[in-house]
């Protein structure tokens, strides 16, 4: 009789369970507003360019509602990259109906992470986001050639969990209808646009330019409409 | 109900006490060492997993041309170091930077490389298998090698249930191996256990380490893990600013990672580029070839004043920290059985 009871309950806890909340997360790359395939020369008035790789790490995702954190992601993060169209979509499953007006997420890998030894999944080292020289993870990795740039390559790998030089950034951006389906675009233009301005085409190390690289990327995420 | 509970209380109790005798097989402190700073509760050990590490260790499968492996430049017989090279020797007779640094008590590390460039045990593979001069590989290629073997994909089945092969396995496994490589059985330490006694001149070294060296090669670790400059002269070919490159901080130049003493006798040559070959050369250099410098450890702005005898006397003791049963443990030994299970011993 006891086991026909544990079996009733955890068929129909199994239930309750599965009549979770799902918010899906698209992450849509853009320049100058086109969606960006890699390896294709984009022109525009000032430059032409070619973006070869694009990954970064989306961590802490949460959403609220009226300053109160209402749900957190349980996965440490999640690596986004161009290349793999899958890992731009992100599902988020809450145990109950939830309303939220703003959804919060980090670029970057937080500075315990950084210290915890080998970890698995998206944040594996064999995944290409983690310096071997030194340890620490790569938030933001770019290459591509631009017009622009003297020698023409970039290669921007965004990292550093240390101060003076933690590159982490924190994104909240407010969400405005009551769809469960999120679309985030990312500009690039005016962010590549800043290489030249800012420094160096190549960061290879944490340093004062990799967080104002991070910074303004940061910067580059809105809600597509 | 009772009797059953009894039952279970007793079976948990039994099968406690079992995991509690394997781990203490695996790895257990010394008692006279402090508690080790690896969270063990985040890479726990099993026999199976430290097994694959120590095949991983021996093997240059982890190198681009299957040439070099962790034990080219870390060999038992050397205290886990590379005798007789001053600088790192790795793939196409590449010369690296730094001297190849003495492996054991790494539990108690809290940092890695000359320079504290690696944060965590686990993630110190990474940085040989990825070095041009070093293995000159990558750690996603190596994955590959690894699950193409007809070796590994049955270790790797043995310590984690199933046969994926993923880096944060392979870099677990390979510092469960190195996490069990402890030294703590030298004279010093069975005299320190009230087990021996230590002769008058090994007395009297004892002493002069005590007042004169020990502030930075604490006992019983005889390191206190932290970053100094010793005094010596830049080597103008290596320009080696040590931790100031990770740091970024002028006040870490020309700092390195104060190494243990412990067997000291087998891991020569000396300092982190492997410039003195000899104790008597370290010594001089502790007495009179000190250089002056904004990042000087205070301890050694004086320099240190030693006899001739004292010299002698602190050799006898520093020889007191060799462990001639930690050189030569088979549990640490270049796994021939796994290799070649064929082989007759």
Redesign the interface.
Known sequence: MKFILILWFSYFGSKIVSAQDKIHLEWQVQYLGQNVPLNELYATKTDTLTIKELKWYISKVSLIQDDQIVFSDPTIAHLLNIADPKSLEIELKSRKKISFNKLQFCIGIDSLTNVSGALGGDLDPTKGMYWTWQSGYINIKIEGESNSITNRDFQLHLGGYLPPFAAIQTIVLPITNASNDIKIGIELASWLGQISLIGPAHIMSPSKEAVSMSKEFAKQFFILK | MIPNRKYIFCLAAIVLMAFTTVSKKLFSVPKHFPKPVY?FS??LLNASSITLGRALFYDPILSRKNTISCASCHSPYAAFTHIDHHLSHGIDDRIGTRNSPALMNLAWQNSFMWDG???????QA??P???PDEMGSK??SV?IRLQRSTLYPTLFYKAYGDSTI????T??SI?QFILCIVSANAKYDRIIQGKEKFTAQEANGYRLFQKKCSSCHKEPLFTNYQFENNGLPIDPKLNDLGRMK?S?CSSDSLKFKVPTLRNIEYSYPYMHDGRFKTLSEVLHHYTQGIVQSKTLSPLLQQGIILSSNEKVDLTAFLLTLSDKEFLFKAEYAYPKHIFFPQAKE
Not at chain 2, 117 to 123: F, T, V
């Open positions: 969270d985040k890479n460039a690696i944060n965590h045990l686990d993630m990474l940085a298998i990825s070095h750690i996603d994955i993923t880096g944060e396995r870099l677990k510092a990770i970024h």
